[in-house]
């Protein structure tokens, strides 16, 4: 489960891309690939993960007036499981990764405040 914000694009959507590329780098995400556990499809998405944290992600689809922002962290599989859970950054019964959820939540609302302030400029 993901959860997702739709914004606006600036009026130049290519230097906002690099912007927000530039923005995942600083904050330590990587560019990798993530086999969807719903679809199987294979997508390419920014990584946060170190060995103390739950892997987190984004995941930033363009059209060509707008940007779709997906974040989710993925859980931990059980010992019978054949997938690992994604779970979502709104509205998750689980309190446990609340701080790792809030963390890429963060990195979100920074995405959108690039966008914001892009907007402004004429």
Avoid: C
Wanted: proline share 7%; no cysteine.
């Amino acid at each position: 489960m993901r959860t997702t914000y739709t914004i606006d694009l600036p009026p130049m959507p290519e230097a906002f891309h690099e912007a927000v590329k530039a923005l995942l780098t600083r904050e330590k995400y990587k560019e990798t690939h993530y086999a969807n556990p719903e679809t199987g499809a294979d997508e390419t998405v920014w990584k946060f993960s170190n060995i103390m944290l739950l892997p987190r992600y984004i995941k930033l689809e363009y059209t060509p007036t707008q940007l779709i922002i997906s974040g989710w962290m993925e859980g931990k599989s059980s010992l019978f499981a054949k997938k690992k859970p994604e779970w979502s950054l709104d509205g998750s019964p689980l309190t446990y990764g609340y701080g790792v959820k809030e963390s890429n939540r963060r990195v979100i609302e920074k995405i959108i405040a690039l966008a914001e302030k892009g907007r402004q400029i004429k």
